[in-house]
């Protein structure tokens, strides 16, 4: 693990240990972060960046110079599914889509807890319908972090279900699969985790549940069929209280027989590929994220 890395951790932990408090002032937290937003480096000079509506649901495209016009990655953001926004993503999205040599669709889903489940799924159903209406689904992947790769997989579930075509390839980071909270490393990893508390996870699964059966297939894909899914890659921590959800979704993909591979990267903290930026190793698992999605898409 490369200093950096190591000083990212510590500097994760001081922020989990003093943000301990429940999460009983959500408006508070959202403004918190949009005054960080504009601090969020932009992507480099030749990037072409498109605000759309597709269909209802507001969207951003971000095109390196040196991305294909013929495919394109749809990206799903985390945040727990209660934030997130296109200026925080502003340094992942447009590396993303150089190492995929394509450009990122990225959509901001309604969030919990004023629009519980399934509100960010049927965005993401309606954004991906509108996308295929322009593009061929073969020549598209999916990305999705933490909520956001639990969300991808669920998609992938409902498209299937009801007939429609999938996408090329899925890669999930540090996804967050099964809101049941069953995984052994919950408890495990819950001082190990630098950055997430597990003692709130209840608490985010609460607000976009309200109420929903938490082992729904579409909310929790790990606990639904995997059969026919595309081939995926996901990447996770050793040391995150998440790192389960990876891991027993990796092992239900291979059992229906699905192209997966898995990648336990020792010590990095969740959705590490975010502080890219800073961190080595966020770049060269961005890279290996491209390169598969690469090697599905067509040429």
């Not at 319908?129 to 990305?143: C, E, K, N, T």
């Not at 998609?155 to 540090?174: H, K, N, Q, Y």
């Not at 996804?175 to 950055?195: I, K, Q, R």
């Amino acid at each position: 693990m490369s200093v950096r890395a190591e000083l990212l951790r510590l500097a994760l932990r001081l922020f989990k240990h003093r943000g301990k408090r429940r999460l009983t002032d959500l408006e508070t937290a959202r403004r918190r972060l949009r005054l960080l937003e504009p601090l969020v480096p932009g992507p480099p000079g030749g990037t072409r960046t498109e605000h759309l509506d597709a269909d209802g649901v507001c969207a951003v495209r971000i095109a390196v110079p040196q991305a294909r016009e013929d495919v394109c990655v749809l990206h799903f953001h985390g945040g727990g599914y209660v934030i997130g926004s296109a200026p925080l993503y502003r340094d992942f999205t447009w590396r993303i889509g150089a190492a995929a040599r394509a450009p990122v669709l990225y959509f901001d889903y309604r969030l919990a807890p004023e629009h519980p489940f399934p509100a960010a799924l049927d965005d993401a159903i309606t954004v991906y319908r509108w996308l295929v209406s322009r593009i061929d689904p073969r020549r598209i992947a999916f990305v999705g972090d933490s909520a956001g790769g639990g969300l991808a997989l669920g998609t992938l579930c409902r498209l299937r279900d009801e007939g429609l075509p999938l996408p090329a390839a899925a890669v999930a980071i540090s996804p967050w699969t099964d809101l049941a909270l069953t995984g052994p490393s919950l408890e495990s990893n819950a001082a190990a985790d630098p950055m997430l508390d597990a003692t709130r996870v209840p608490e985010f699964a609460d607000f976009y549940l309200a109420g929903a059966d938490a082992r729904h297939p579409y909310a929790s894909p790990l606990h639904g069929d995997a059969a026919g899914l595309p081939p995926t890659l996901i990447q996770v921590g050793s040391d995150e209280i998440l790192r389960d959800d990876s891991v027993r979704m990796a092992a239900r993909l291979q059992e229906a027989g699905c192209p997966v591979e898995i990648e336990v990267w020792p010590r990095m903290p969740h959705a590490w590929h975010l502080y890219a930026r800073i961190l080595p190793e966020g770049r060269e698992a961005i890279a290996r994220a491209g390169h598969f999605m690469q090697s599905w898409l067509p040429r």
